[in-house]
């Protein structure tokens, strides 16, 4: 038997249970901390932009000067899904 220890990402709580498998079978997780933004996360994803704070990485890459094509090849996500994070965010500083 092996335990794995499993972490909120977003409060870092150890207060989480297991909660059922997604389509793909992937184990969800979810968080019983009151005070969490996050309800559900994954131990695993399918696609790296999906995982949590991948897009913050994508900000704070474009903010030190990576182009899309770059970030998207070092992160394993698509050039598109790069674009599409850095339109969505607010409060983008103005050129
Ligand atoms: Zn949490």
């Not at 220890?5 to 059922?20: F, I, Q």
């Not at 968080?31 to 790296?48: A, H, I, V």
């Amino acid at each position: 038997m092996v335990y794995i220890k499993v972490l909120c990402p977003d409060c870092g709580s150890e207060d989480v249970v297991l909660y059922g498998k997604n389509t793909s079978g992937k184990q969800r997780v979810l968080c019983q901390n009151p005070e969490c933004s996050r309800k559900t996360f994954q131990l695993e994803y399918t696609y790296n932009a999906y995982k949590p704070g991948i897009k913050q990485q994508i900000v704070d890459m474009a903010m030190n000067g990576s182009g899309t094509r770059d970030t998207g090849r070092v992160l394993g996500v698509s050039k598109d899904t790069v674009t599409a994070v850095l339109k969505k965010r607010k409060n983008s500083p103005s050129r």
